[in-house]
């Protein structure tokens, strides 16, 4: 099991954030491909890595790349382990999640979130974000 922190991510407002953002960056003249990458600062486009709307009440969560790439091999890694299982615990309380995004790699992530919990599996775990707790999730088998 890994431990450490689950944080929310792709809830409502930081999809807001990230929507005026990209109008904010738009405006000032930034390409439409450069607003939204630097709109991904500021909050979340509710989008996973293969279009999965991360809105909606699937428990959708994202793990570091390290951590899919290592169960999947560094071939075809990516489409591989979308849609794997994840049992992420919170509190005592098990849910078995899916993988539908990614997180930055682990050097890059300096909130010692481990996982990151998109709306669904919010409300799996009846949390309201913003949040940082702790958590382990493996695995599914």
């Excluded at 409502?12 to 405006?27: C, E, G, P, S």
């Excluded at 071939?75 to 098990?94: C, L």
Aim: some cysteine; overall charge neutral.
């Amino acid at each position: 099991m890994i431990k450490g922190l689950a944080s929310s991510f792709a809830d409502a407002k930081d999809i807001a954030a990230y929507r005026n953002a990209v109008v904010t960056f738009l405006q000032a003249g930034f390409s439409q491909h450069d607003a939204e990458q630097k709109a991904l600062a500021v909050g979340d486009p509710g989008k996973g890595w293969m279009d999965n709307d991360l809105s909606n009440d699937t428990p959708w969560v994202a793990l570091p790349v390290e951590d899919w790439k290592a169960k999947f091999g560094p071939n075809n890694a990516k489409s591989k382990a979308h849609r794997a299982k994840v049992n992420v615990t919170i509190n005592g309380k098990t849910v078995t999640c899916i993988l539908g995004d990614t997180m930055p790699h682990k050097e890059d992530i300096h909130n010692g979130a481990v996982v990151d919990l998109a709306p669904g599996a919010q409300k799996a775990f009846n949390l309201k974000p913003p949040f940082m707790v702790p958590c382990m999730w493996e695995w599914a088998q």
